[in-house]
């Protein structure tokens, strides 16, 4: 907030210093140590002050002074005024935030009208960056709001400061509803969107299902899978804050003219929540269309925080590639046109349930808000028409920097936006015009090989040896590539390993690489498609031709097995844990005297199954010290030959399918049955069925990316790569040896120490006898852990840390109202306390907001679990109450006593006598 102030401040009017002055330094500091730097009395007038700059922002009138809500006028020193402090310094932070949102609001709509978004570079910038801007001003307006109506209306107003403040919290993001107070899993989507490896909940893969789909054009399947995933709570209450956000306007895809002041998003939401969390599941499914865009616009979000993904998917032609978003760039057209009918709807649903419930005739709430967002998102069609602005008058506005209208087009997710047009994406790769050839060629003579068989009732799923040589020989691609020698081939290999971008190289750098004449090299340059970079390849020369695609296989084979060299610094590491682990430190071959699981990682070709014992970051949080391989054997060589390890899984469904089909191949001989062209002519009128359209597409696949014969998983060894010093991709997981105990690890972005790769989960007494001080992180549970310091005792029994990060480890919770020991010397939102696994209980979180120390203690010692309000509420009134009707102590019982003693003293003095 502190940057946003320093830059929108230096463009305020003159005004600005006429009416505010300047701005103080509690505004932006912490809100906690805001009171102890200003009185309410100028907390109120500063509020003045910023009410009567956002009077003019809004007006253009500069009026004498604005209104300020009469309860904030409080006597100087007066116990309401102690009370209050933090709202009035809450209210006037709002204030604040309501004036910089005018002020961005103002300068959006200088820059551009709502009804359209810039293309020039200047005014897109600009545009961006008051969005950006005036989203923040808006979350910061709203966090105060809330909080300021907390306050107000909580019941701890009469109780002392520390426990107001302790039961109310601080404005924060979490208070509003908001696309920035949903969950933040930018890291996660990447993980899922790259590859079928991520592992998570249930919930958290539903969500995910959701922002996939909604990448995609068209309506059809997007229903299903909503009400799949909102059957998940979890994923239904982030639907529903999302819609809410949306409605609201509580993004940064919006114009700043088009989001309502705080006063009416505070009315809005309070008249849409209660029906749309009672109605849930009704309402999700009845505006699936509204609920679509919703999705979109958070993706677009999550986008921001992952630009190098973003990028990269849009320079590929991927759907997610349209996601852009303030202040990185200007959201879609279509995009900021359903942001803002879905804040008319909200506006004009939240009107409609103000009026009907003022009725005295029975109302349908639910029905009333959906037939609002209805009216102003529609619905979207099943089909994939375009229906948006075409590609050539993008450009063509582009290029004569004209506005783009704001217009709301359902399918704006499609082919027919620029990112997707060849023309924009400039000169085609060289890898997709290799693979559209080589697949050509051999769809070519496998489709009518296919129908062949069609006609004769036999459908070819694979190939057997014969047909296989005999179609992948005689296909042009290869006997091209047949005419190079061993070292035209070998001058090849060197070229691709020598660039390391070779797969991402363009046509017209590898048609010079290869030595293209000279015209053909200028149209390569010129060309903008694949379709028409293929033309030029096939008029090429036959020796160039071939060299271009021997790159390009060559190039193919690097990008499927992808290795990192990690370093010298890192490589002594390794050894040195790798010495440690084996006990091989005085080794002079560290590398030679290991065993081969240690530093070898091992893959099976045929089931892609890593065998080796790994750390993984979604297994529990325990020591791992595990080496070697699972579900594997071992091939004795003979006399002088070397072992190999190969995988022993049994045969699946997969493998024996393919050797029936194999066998069926074999069986049939379809290549010795005569061609008819009357069966032949039924099997290509049979082809516009879509049913069979799909399978010969599926037998295609199937058949160009078999092997000569089929092989099982122990047929042949395991693929074994050192991980020494490298990190290495397989199966689009990431591979590599930790650098303090040398357990192999799944590479993950969390698993870092320093500089260097960590499984965090070292056991250090293992390594090196029990000498844990080494500088290796512990396997510490971060659920409670805001602060994690060894040095601390548990709070209770005074017991160490564990030496050694066994699976017993300390919880760490925040202790606000904890005064003694370390805690008295740290202001209250750094005191932690330590519980041992002893001494933790599940309450002891929740307890340190509100309760002393010596009240948590003594429930410890008394293995009791505290009523949480006892001390303020009803039953505190009540037990006052009692305490206050009962009875003093009556004290005629005195001097009966007296009496008595005296009797006592007199008896024993007789018997003394």
């Not at 997610?320 to 303030?326: A, C, M, P, Q």
């Not at 061609?675 to 002519?681: A, G, Q």
Request: hydrophobic fraction near 40%; aromatic fraction near 6%; charged fraction near 20%.
């Amino acid at each position: 907030m502190s940057r946003l102030q320093s830059d929108m401040i230096e463009t305020f009017p003159f005004e600005f210093r006429r009416v505010v002055v300047s701005v103080p330094l509690w505004i932006t500091m912490d809100f906690y140590k805001a009171p102890t730097m200003v009185s309410a009395r100028d907390a109120i007038e500063y509020m003045r002050r910023f009410a009567r700059m956002n009077e003019y922002l809004l007006t253009d009138e500069l009026h004498m002074d604005s209104s300020v809500p009469t309860w904030l006028i409080v006597k100087s020193g007066s116990q309401d005024m102690e009370q209050s402090i933090h709202e009035i310094i809450a209210t006037c932070r709002m204030t604040y935030g309501a004036m910089l949102e005018a002020f961005a609001r103002k300068k959006a709509l200088d820059t551009i009208s709502p009804t359209h978004i810039p293309t020039s570079a200047k005014d897109e910038q600009v545009f961006s960056r008051c969005c950006s801007d005036a989203y923040l001003c808006g979350l910061w307006t709203d966090a105060h709001a809330v909080y300021a109506a907390r306050v107000i209306g909580t019941s701890f107003m009469k109780k002392q400061l520390s426990n107001d403040r302790v039961a109310v919290g601080i404005p924060c993001v979490r208070l509003t509803r908001s696309v920035s107070a949903l969950p933040l899993i930018a890291d996660q989507f990447v993980r899922f969107f790259n590859g079928k490896s991520f592992k998570a909940d249930g919930q958290t893969k539903s969500l995910m299902i959701l922002l996939v789909r909604c990448t995609q054009s068209g309506s059809r399947g997007w229903e299903p899978s909503l009400k799949s995933a909102i059957s998940n709570t979890a994923v239904r209450n982030v639907c529903n804050g999302l819609l809410l956000a949306c409605c609201v306007g509580m993004h940064p895809q919006l114009h700043p003219m088009c989001r309502p002041t705080w006063q009416r998003r505070h009315i809005t939401l309070a008249l849409l929540e209660s029906v749309i969390n009672t109605h849930s599941s009704a309402i999700l499914l009845a505006c699936n269309s509204a609920v679509k865009e919703c999705m979109r616009i958070y993706l677009c979000s999550l986008m921001n925080d992952i630009p190098a993904m973003r990028s990269a998917t849009a320079s590929c032609g991927l759907g997610i590639g349209l996601f852009t978003s303030s202040p990185v760039g200007i959201a879609n057209s279509s995009l900021h046109a359903a942001a803002q009918n879905l804040v008319n709807g909200g506006e004009a649903a939240a009107k409609a349930i103000a009026e009907a419930r003022k009725s005295k005739h029975p109302i349908n709430l639910k029905q009333i808000f959906i037939n609002e967002i209805q009216k102003c998102m529609g619905g979207e069609l099943r089909s994939r028409k375009r229906t948006l602005l075409t590609a050539r008058k993008f450009l063509a506005a582009s290029a004569k920097f004209q506005p783009i209208d704001v217009v709301y087009g359902p399918s704006w997710v499609s082919r027919g936006q620029p990112t997707y047009l060849e023309d924009v994406c400039g000169v085609p790769m060289a890898m997709d015009i290799a693979r559209d050839v080589l697949s050509k060629n051999f769809r070519m003579q496998f489709i009518p090989f296919w129908l062949h068989g069609h006609a004769n009732g036999s459908r070819i799923g694979r190939l057997n040896r014969w047909q296989y040589q005999h179609m992948h020989e005689n296909a042009p691609s290869h006997r091209v590539t047949a005419l190079l020698n061993d070292a035209q081939i070998l001058s090849m290999f060197r070229k691709m390993t020598q660039n390391r971008l070779s797969s991402f190289i363009s046509v017209h750098e590898l048609a010079q690489s290869v030595g293209v004449d000279g015209d053909n090299l200028q149209k390569f340059e010129a060309c903008k498609n694949v379709t028409a970079a293929i033309s030029i390849l096939m008029n090429c020369d036959a020796e160039s031709g071939a060299k271009f695609l021997t790159y390009c296989k060559l190039a193919s084979l690097k990008e499927k097995f992808l290795a990192y060299d990690l370093g010298p610094r890192t490589r002594k590491m390794q050894l040195k844990a790798l010495g440690l682990r084996y006990e091989l430190e005085d080794s002079a071959n560290i590398e030679a005297d290991l065993p081969p699981h240690a530093s070898n990682i091992y893959w099976c070709t045929e089931c892609n199954r890593v065998p080796n014992a790994c750390v993984e970051g979604g297994s529990k949080n325990v020591l791992h010290n595990e080496v070697g391989v699972s579900q594997t054997m071992q091939r004795v060589a003979g006399l002088g030959g070397d072992s190999d390890i190969r995988c022993a899984r049994r045969s699946s469904a997969a493998l024996r399918t393919a050797q029936q089909k194999a066998r069926n191949s074999i069986t049939n001989m379809v290549e010795f049955v005569d061609v008819e062209c009357d069966k032949l002519r039924s099997a290509l009128e049979e082809n516009g069925d879509v049913c069979h359209t799909a399978r010969i597409r599926r037998d295609v696949k199937g058949c160009s990316e078999q092997q000569e014969h089929v092989i099982a998983c122990g047929d042949t060894p395991m693929l074994k790569v050192s991980l020494i010093g490298k990190c290495i991709r397989i199966c689009a997981n990431w591979y590599a040896l930790c650098s303090h105990c040398a357990s192999i690890m799944k590479v993950d972005q969390s698993m870092r120490f320093g500089c260097e790769l960590s499984c965090r989960r070292c056991d250090l007494s293992m390594l090196n006898g029990g000498n844990t001080h080494r500088s290796v992180p512990p396997a510490m549970d971060t659920t409670f852990c805001f602060q994690g310091e060894k040095t601390l005792r548990c709070r209770f029994c005074g017991k160490k840390p564990p030496s050694t990060m066994s699976a017993s480890r300390f919880k760490f919770v925040r202790a606000p109202l904890d005064a003694t020991g370390r805690n008295k010397r740290l202001p209250p939102p750094l005191r932690t306390a330590a519980y041992c696994s002893s001494h933790w209980r599940p309450w002891v979180g929740a307890a340190h907001k509100t309760m002393p120390m010596n009240v948590i203690l003594a429930h410890i010692s008394e293995k009791a679990m505290p009523v949480f309000g006892a001390d303020s509420g009803r039953r505190a009134t009540e037990r006052n109450t009692i305490k206050k009707a009962k009875s003093t102590k009556s004290t005629s019982n005195a001097a009966i006593e007296k009496r008595m003693r005296q009797r006592i003293r007199m008896s024993n003095a007789h018997l003394k006598k």
